[in-house]
């Protein structure tokens, strides 16, 4: 509790440079691993939160898992081996650059699923002539995987038969996919596939 009450101190604290700040406090939560499970997690969680109490982000969204993931075994190492000034300065080198490069495959994945809207949005208006295939996009850019029996009792969203006629259209020209198919209880599920790939970098869909 000790090591918690400095640890909170110093995540509080003002200091010139808060990417840096950022870097020993990540650092730091590893090292005291406070928790029996979870502590990578919760971990990688006070990078966005940080960074949005810091007034860096406007909102606490920052996944930066993906690079951590990519070069686990140099982040295992280096974070094993912070025991003097050398040490640290390569530690929050490699932290840097990976917010870096992070940011940047951030920024371009986000240019990328506004340019799929964009397109999509002229393939559906076209495929369905419906003032309601804005609002079913917008539905599905906000939850890719869905169950189609859920969506007309969404505000704005019209009568059940309706919604299952867009569904259909989208679902042939292949925006759509069947992820599951209704059986008994089970609602079917769909999934917009190119968005669910893009945001997981690879096909998985």
Known sequence: MEYMDNWEKYYHAEERDALVQ?????????????????????GRMLVPLFLFESEILSRPMFYLSAYLETH?????????GLDGPESWNRWVSFFLKALADQARANSHKAREILDLYARLK????????????IPLLDHLFRQPIFAPSRLSELKGMPSKPMVMGLLRKLRGAGILAVLREARGRRSQILALTELVNLCEGREIL
């Open 22 to 42: 950022l870097a020993i406090v990540h650092a730091q939560f590893e090292i005291i691993h406070p928790f029996v499970d979870g502590n990578g997690r919760l």
């Open 72 to 80: 686990r075994d140099e982040y295992y190492a280096l974070l094993r």
């Open 122 to 133: 002229e393939q559906v208006l076209s495929l369905t002539r419906s003032r309601y295939a």
